[in-house]
């Protein structure tokens, strides 16, 4: 079982950047504005010869309302699965009372702390003997952004950590499906990954804008290993006017790249938008496995949910054949529980292992079926196929003017190899490669001596 280190403070004292120095990652979004974090987040790091879990939290305050309530309830929740907190304060801005009100909070808790000063290399040394008077102990003095004292850092942590239980079964260890969960702003997205996870573990607002990174949760479902994705809402780029959220758009669209499934949230009172395609068409670019569900589908009168799923049919005729489409309700949790078979089977679709063997038999009886058109009076001739690469999955198919294969039958082909080896949710991609007559070269073979002759 790996231990849990959380870390905490006010807001903007440096716990993303130093969750960042930790796991060696840029996994959590960091920008010089308080309120930046709001969800846990959850990263691997290494200690030495040890992986340890780490969380970051939203900032601290003294505000009791709205979401700086709920993100207090997670930075609780995040303590509470916790072994250890890095109790982290700022250098530069001194000891403040507000510092003294969130220790308050925090020794309710029989959580061992460590004090970690962050940004000690803007100010004097001095300044360190302030934060004595928070009875912790020794400050230990660090620069998250300069990577300033984090052997010190790491080696403290090791000290208080309590003895890693060995098990050799570790789920954490096992792959992981990562399913990013993406969509417009307030269509429900973070309401859906506390629903599929069974509680309330990421910040639920009523307000677009609530989730500003993407938040990595690993969890385990029928022996199952899954990582869900909440990501910040992706408007038009008309609508984008804050820095801070054009890099939480930049991030979204990491976590689908790093995904292997993508689940494209759609709200349901709404027509389907453009915005919404892109997302699709980004999906498909990356080769990701993709699961369609329509949230918000619980109070909808029948004529409206007849007319969007006409528009259904009439905007995704080009993903429809091989996609799955989910009417759910995130909110209630109607339909939700359907989601994880298309999940799974786009997972499993998108990392399939085919064999030359059965790409060829199923290749050989499609052009039995129906064999390529003449072209210039020649038959195309698809002699034999295999596979090129996953995500996508990518078939190369080689022979003789291949290169004037019409889109129709490339289509058809896909189908074939979509039915025949039950593929479901992934895009699959032709790779045509023409033979090469060796005995042809480019112009006119120059005349020799002995041509003369």
Same mark, same amino acid.
């Given at each position: ?27 959590? +979004? &960091? ?10 987040? #959850? ?23 709205? &979401? @700086?309530?709920?993100?207090? /309830?997670? &930075? ?8 250890? =907190? ?74 208080? +950590? ?10 954490? /260890? ?7 969960? =993406? ?7 973070? *309401? ?23 938040? #990595? ?8 290993? #899954? ?14 006017? @804050? ?13 689908? @790249? /790093?995904?292997? =499934? ?10 389907? =938008? ?36 006409? @528009? ?12 799955? &489409? ?11 529980? *359907?989601? #994880?078979?298309?999940? /799974? ?10 064999? *030359? ?90 005349? *020799? ?5």
């Amino acid at each position: 079982m790996r231990s849990v280190i959380s870390l905490v403070g006010r807001p903007n004292v440096g716990k993303s950047t130093l969750f960042n120095a930790l796991t060696g990652t840029r996994q959590a +979004l &960091v920008y010089d504005m308080p309120g930046t974090t709001r969800d846990r987040q #959850y990263g691997e790091a290494m200690i030495e010869e040890r992986k340890v879990i780490v969380v970051d939290t939203g900032g601290l305050t003294t505000q009791k309302e709205g &979401v @700086e309530t709920l993100m207090q /309830d997670q &930075v609780d929740q995040a303590i509470m699965e916790s072994q250890l =907190v890095l109790f982290i304060v700022d250098a530069k801005a001194g000891l403040l009372a507000e510092d003294y009100r969130i220790l308050k909070a925090l020794r309710k808790y029989s959580t061992p702390m460590i004090l970690v000063v962050n940004k000690v290399d803007a100010v004097r040394e001095s300044v360190l003997l302030d934060f004595y008077e928070l009875g912790l102990g020794e400050p230990l003095g660090i620069s998250a952004a300069h990577r300033q004292g984090m052997n010190d850092l790491r080696n403290k942590i090791l000290e208080l +950590l309590p003895s890693e239980e060995t098990d050799s079964l570790d789920s954490s /260890d096992a792959v992981s499906n990562k399913v990013a969960i =993406v969509g417009r702003p307030n269509v429900g997205k973070s *309401t859906l990954v506390n629903r599929l996870l069974g509680e309330e573990r990421v910040v639920v607002y009523d307000m677009p804008g609530t989730t500003r990174d993407s938040i #990595y949760i690993p969890f385990e479902r029928l022996g199952k290993q #899954y990582t869900l994705i909440d990501t910040a809402g992706v408007r038009r780029r008309s609508k984008v006017e @804050e820095v801070l959220e054009k890099f939480s758009i930049v991030k979204t669209l990491n976590a689908i @790249e /790093d995904a292997q =499934v993508v689940v494209i949230l759609i709200d349901a009172t709404e027509n389907i =938008v453009e915005q919404d395609l892109h997302l699709i068409g980004f999906a498909l670019d990356a080769g990701k496995g993709i699961v369609i569900a329509v949230n918000k589908w619980d109070h909808l009168p029948e004529d409206q949910k007849a007319r969007m799923k006409q @528009e259904l049919d009439r905007r995704l005729t080009f993903i429809e054949s091989f996609v799955d &489409v989910h009417f759910i309700s995130a909110k209630y949790g109607t339909g939700v529980g *359907t989601l #994880y078979p298309s999940i /799974d089977l786009a997972y499993e679709s998108g990392r399939r292992d085919l064999s *030359t063997a059965d790409i060829n038999r199923v290749l050989e009886a499609a052009v039995r079926d129906h064999e390529p058109p003449m072209v210039g009076g020649r038959r195309i001739k698809i002699r034999f196929g295999h596979v090129g690469g996953h995500q996508p999955l990518q078939i190369v198919l080689h022979g003789n003017q291949l290169e004037r294969i019409p889109g129709s039958y490339k289509r058809y082909l896909i189908q074939v190899f979509r039915k025949a080896f039950k593929l479901r949710g992934v895009p699959i991609r032709l790779t045509c490669k023409s033979s090469v007559n060796p005995f042809v070269t480019a112009g006119k073979p120059k005349r *020799t001596r002995q041509d003369s002759e």
